[in-house]
């Protein structure tokens, strides 16, 4: 790990995953049996910049209605959940939804966790200048396998903050694992959760008629192609979202429309006609369930704010 580097009014520590480990997870994806990746690797800066596109999108609901949700119910989110907790977002993105909760928090200080750390440091740093009194600390890290903050970050009471659905994209075994550790005594957590609602809907939110959503799923070819000495043919591979109602999650797929051999991260892979490259699940809860969910991590509900058409909902916990 980096040693800490300060910056004006904010602490940056770079956890940042490295090349190798990447190339590791390709190698093992693209060897199993479906082919899979997991869906942290789409950020880097063009992934990053292409997902706050798709966020802007009409047919992308979930950032719509969880900002509207937070403009409506950001000081009552804030008056549950107390003041002067440090405040923890993980991937925290473009940092745009934390902006209406810390007015009303008075928090102890600000913790930005993301895996994106051009998309990070220039939050951060925005956030910092926005807020010249409150401590700011970004950390690049990869949190899907278990958070573990770094020393630097003050004690006191948590509060975790998760919004955008992102909790969907982790298996609900996986999920449960990831909220577990976090649920000890005094911390909350206030996350986003997409609901269950028409297939079309769902759907048409991954598989945008602009094709800013299948750019984005495809610059993941992009990147093995920069970083690993890829040949991906980009128009080789086709874009794919559907709704497994089995699994209860939307699944994202690039499929191979030819039978081909691809050279990446020092490796040759054989994709036969038709075949998919897992890219993201993104699961869809009722309420009761995800509340179920939460209590078997240890977290207890408080606090439920939805929309009129119960696409979505904005949760909050405590231990």
Partial sequence: MNEPLALPRLVFIDRE????????????????????????????????????????????YPTRLEM??????????????????????LGSGAGEKVRHLLPHLEAAAYVAVDISRDALLSAARSQAEETPLLPVFAVCDDFAS?????????????????PGSSIGNFTPDEAIALLSPLATPGCGLLIGVDLIKDVAVMEMAYDDPLGVTAAFNRNLLVRMNRELGGNFDLPRFRHLARFDAGHGRIEMH????VAQDVKVAGRVFHFGAGERLHTESSYKYRLDDFTALALKAGWRRRGCWTDADGWFAELYFEA
Avoid: N, Q
């Fill in 17 to 60: 995953p490295a090349s190798a480990t990447f190339a590791d997870e390709v190698r093992d994806g693209l060897a199993a049996m479906p082919k899979r990746l997991s869906p942290k690797w789409f950020y880097d800066t063009l992934g990053s910049r292409l997902f706050d596109a798709i966020c802007a999108l009409p047919a992308y």
């Fill in 68 to 89: 509207a949700l937070f403009a409506r119910h950001g000081e009552a989110m804030a008056a549950c959940a107390g003041t002067g907790r440090v405040l923890v977002e």
């Fill in 146 to 162: 278990g958070l573990e903050l770094p020393a630097a970050i003050p004690d006191g009471p948590r509060l975790y903050f998760y």
């Fill in 254 to 257: 690039l499929e191979s429309g």
